[in-house]
């Protein structure tokens, strides 16, 4: 086959798919977020009345005009309470929205049409205006030849009369087609004849939009695409240019693209949390939505929210969550996702051309240096000034000779990261460089994320202050040479008078007071927990900290400074 036929073909492939780039680019996206109900979906532990409000202030943050904050049942839920607290603050209610669903029962294939359902009878009794009124359309439960969809048109009508009567005659109404995927497959013109309905309403009788799920997460992103692309092309036929709200499940991660088709297909809007915490495996979230709109040009979503604040709210709302950070890989807001991987452009680290976007800019972040094999000794010495601040010892020989310590760690089987305070730095320090006191400074304030190795530097700790004790009768944090080797180093060293071990010690004096300082000390045990987090007790702790963190130190101060 000639070339030429083939590029012709590319190039036409290509010149569809930047159709689909433009439509994301001017997209003025709507967000209705699900912050407060979706990330409690499917976890082992609830949100408590504070956790609710902390995650609703972080929205706020984001500018999320539209947010859903309840989700109401039989049972008295925290919801209730919250949402009582938030109207007797003075909250505006206009644009928070509850779910409720549209039959309250259904008995023998017949839904009960006649009792309100709970949620809309809560939203009135709490002061809320807008429903989100879930229907399926694809379920076995009810008789559909004789309630036919035409009577769940109808009942639909009476929901939307009683809300405009009962809650606010301005009630932001929304439909959520809960079983989209399975209504799409089995029941495809019940679901079109229902979209049909509501479209054909006088504009003063629609609904503000439908929303819709793909809670399934198996579906290619262009069959929830043509799915999506059907909904508005029944509503553009009626000339309802209405939101059309997507939401998707994530299982084989095409989450995001496929919240991505449903935008390039006609939906101008999305349904979801700031993060994907949520059922199952989550949910394609907000932020990552949002910033690739933001990444594709798109300024119509940087001037509606505030997307500068999305990578910060997402990491706290999954704190809120689950009590733990996000995964470090997890896009975006991961520790990682802004890591600068290697010394040029193109991979892992930037790209170049109309694709080029700087993540870490965007958020007002300097982008951290990945330490690796690979980094160059330029990016070594960068990552040194970037921790601990400007010294005589961070040249760009120390750096090279850094670099080649790594590689005789590997070809010593000596696995490490390099990349935190702590393994930098003894990186540097068995290279030949002397630990500083400002070293000590920055790995005391970093943040132990293990509560196991919190506990066990605690244990360490109690050790230390009874030899502080018995030194002055008080904790100073500094335990004079003799307390320390009795305390600590005596199982490692046999003789503390021996002039070697005396000139080892000295190893981790940063400061070069005569005494041994706890955040000396606590840089290599830090150290050891974040290199070797499978140690088990204090005892073990300690030796590794000695055996592969100080003693090696001392060796190389032994030595005169030169790297073994």
């Known amino acids: 086959m000639p070339f030429e036929d083939v590029i012709k073909d590319v190039g036409d492939s290509i010149a569809q798919e930047k159709s689909k780039r433009a439509r994301l680019q001017d997209l003025d996206l709507i967000v209705v977020d699900n912050s407060i109900r979706e990330s409690t979906v499917g976890q082992l532990r609830g949100h408590t009345l504070e956790n609710k409000w902390k995650i609703y202030n972080e929205v706020k943050k984001c500018g999320f005009k539209f947010i859903v904050v309840a989700a109401f049942s039989h049972m008295t839920r925290v919801d209730d309470t919250f949402i009582r607290e938030i109207v007797a603050k003075g909250e505006d209610v206009n644009n928070l929205f509850a779910f409720t669903e549209v039959i309250e029962e259904v008995n023998d294939g017949i839904p009960d049409t006649k009792t309100t359902p709970v949620g809309l009878s809560k939203m009135q009794e709490v002061g809320l205006i807008n429903p989100i009124i879930e229907i399926d359309l694809a379920i076995d439960s009810i008789n559909w030849d004789v309630f036919t969809v035409q009577d769940m048109c109808q009942l639909l009508v009476q929901r939307f009369n009683w809300s405009r009567k009962k809650l606010s005659p301005n009630a932001k109404i929304m439909v959520n087609l809960r079983d989209f995927p399975d209504a799409m497959v089995y029941q495809m013109e019940r679901l079109f004849a229902v979209v049909d309905f509501l479209a054909s309403l006088p504009a003063s009788e629609r609904p503000f939009g439908i929303m819709f799920e793909e809670p399934t997460g198996k579906y290619l992103p262009e069959e929830v695409g043509a799915w999506t692309g059907g909904v508005r092309k029944i509503m553009d036929s009626r000339g309802w240019s209405g939101n059309l709200l997507a939401h998707v499940h994530k299982k084989w991660a095409l989450g995001e693209m496929t919240q991505l088709e449903c935008l390039v297909n006609g939906a101008n809007g999305i349904w979801a949390s ?10 394609a979230c907000s932020t990552v939505t949002l910033m690739n709109l933001v990444r594709m040009g798109n300024t119509k979503v940087q001037q509606r929210y505030k997307c500068t604040m ?11 969550t689950t009590g733990m950070p996000p995964h470090p890989k997890q896009v975006i807001y991961g520790d990682r996702a802004l890591d600068l991987a290697f010394d040029f452009g193109s991979i892992a680290g930037g ?15 300097e982008a951290p240096i990945r330490i690796s094999t690979l980094s160059s000794a330029r990016m070594i010495h960068e990552r040194l000034l970037n921790v601990f601040g400007e010294d005589p010892q961070f040249t760009m020989k120390m750096a090279l000779t850094m670099k080649e310590t790594m590689l005789v760690d590997l070809t010593g089987n000596r696995k490490e990261e390099y990349m935190s305070a702590a393994g930098i730095a003894l990186l540097f320090d068995r290279s030949g460089g002397k630990l500083t006191a400002k070293m000590a400074d920055v790995i005391e304030k970093a943040e132990v994320k293990s509560a196991h190795a919190q506990h066990l530097i605690e244990e360490v700790r ?16 500094l335990l004079k040479f003799q307390s320390f080797y009795n305390g600590f180093m005596a199982p490692y060293f046999g ?22 300082d706890w955040n000396e000390f606590l840089v290599y045990l830090k150290w050891a927990m974040r290199q070797y987090p499978s140690i088990k007790d204090v005892d073990e702790l300690l030796s590794v900290a000695f055996r592969k963190g100080i003693i090696p130190a001392m060796q190389d101060e032994l030595s005169g400074g030169r790297r073994k």
């Open 351 to 365: 790209t170049v051309g109309e694709t080029d976007f700087d993540l870490a800019e965007f958020f007002g972040e």
């Open 495 to 516: 003789c503390f008078k021996c002039r070697d071990t005396l000139k080892a010690l000295k190893a981790i004096d940063m400061d070069n007071d005569g005494y041994i």
């Open 274 to 283: 700031v993060c994907e915490e949520g059922a199952a495996l989550g949910h």
């Open 462 to 477: 109690k050790i230390w202050n009874e030899w502080d004790i018995q030194e002055d009768k008080q904790i100073d944090g």
């Open 310 to 320: 999305l990578r910060d709210a997402a990491c706290n709302v999954t704190k809120i």
